[in-house]
Structures are given as C-alpha cells and as structure tokens.
C-alpha cells in the first residue's frame, strides 16, 4: 500500500486543475490518491469563460452579503445556540 505523501507538485497541479475545471477535491493524504485526484480531475472539461465569469460575480456577491450580515459584539448576549439579540428593534 502506498503510504508516501503527495509530492507538492501533485498538490500543485491539482489545485491548478481543480481551478481550470471549477472543481473541487479531496485533499489527499498519499501519492496515489493524488494520481487518482489528478487523472479524474484531467478527464473533466474545463469552465468556460461564461462560467467563471458568473462564478465570481456570486462569490463577490456572496462577500458582500456577509458583510452585510456582521453582529457587532455589543448586540448580541450569551453563545451559541444561546445566543440573543440584546436590545429589541420593535
């Protein structure tokens, strides 16, 4: 059984891969699972230019939306599932 680490340059063209075909992978933990990684990922079509532009037009609108969203410490009490709303906006 294969127990060497991927090489970096495995973990390079992966990346590089995952980012041409708009993919994503498990990140590996032997040189073997990156080969596998590799030739699937190789076998996938690349993004079109359509796609990758509609792709980051929703993370930046996705980025803005969470900013959006941001509690200030003072306004929220408690933690976690107990977590409330200090002041009322009703």
């Known amino acids: 059984m294969d127990r060497d680490p991927p090489s970096p340059r495995q973990l390079n063209y992966l990346k590089a891969l995952a980012q041409r075909t708009g993919q994503t992978f498990t990140w590996p933990k032997t040189s073997s699972q990156a080969r596998r990684e590799i030739a699937r990922l190789k076998e996938t079509p690349p993004s079109t230019r359509t796609e990758i532009a509609l792709e980051r037009v929703d993370d930046r609108a996705s980025r803005e ?16 599932s107990a977590a409330t709303w200090s002041h009322r906006s009703w």
């Open 65 to 80: 939306r969470a900013e959006d969203a941001v509690a200030i410490g003072f306004e929220v009490v408690g933690y976690g």
